[in-house]
């Protein structure tokens, strides 16, 4: 796992050879970074199914719930398999994109 912080997000970047390893470290990782904007990039070199990428949803919506945001990055997932709420994009300035939306949403109350 790579982490890369800078003043609007931490970007987690997966560099472990099983998606199981990778999640089990993140999960450590992200309970010293709830007060963060998290944003993961998944590498196309890994193989992750929509079941694995559903694990996140509850960490997305705990995020939300925070204050905070949560966006996946992946070009390979189809996001149509996935709830609105959860933030998959496949580019990270449409994480960034995503991040500033949702904090422009909070300053106004929605």
Do not use: C, H, W
């Amino acid at each position: 796992m790579q982490i890369d912080k800078n003043d609007k997000f931490t970007l987690i970047s997966i560099d472990e050879n099983s998606f199981s390893e990778f999640y089990n470290s993140f999960l450590i990782e992200e309970k010293n970074r709830q007060k963060e904007n998290i944003v993961i990039q998944v590498s196309n070199n890994i193989n992750i199914s929509s079941k694995e990428f559903l694990l996140f949803l509850d960490i997305s919506e705990q995020k939300k719930e925070n204050g905070t945001s949560f966006v996946v990055i992946s070009s390979e997932i189809n996001i149509d398999n996935f709830p609105d709420s959860f933030n998959i994009v496949p580019t990270l300035q449409e994480a960034e994109d995503v991040i500033d939306m949702e904090d422009m949403e909070r300053e106004l109350g929605f």
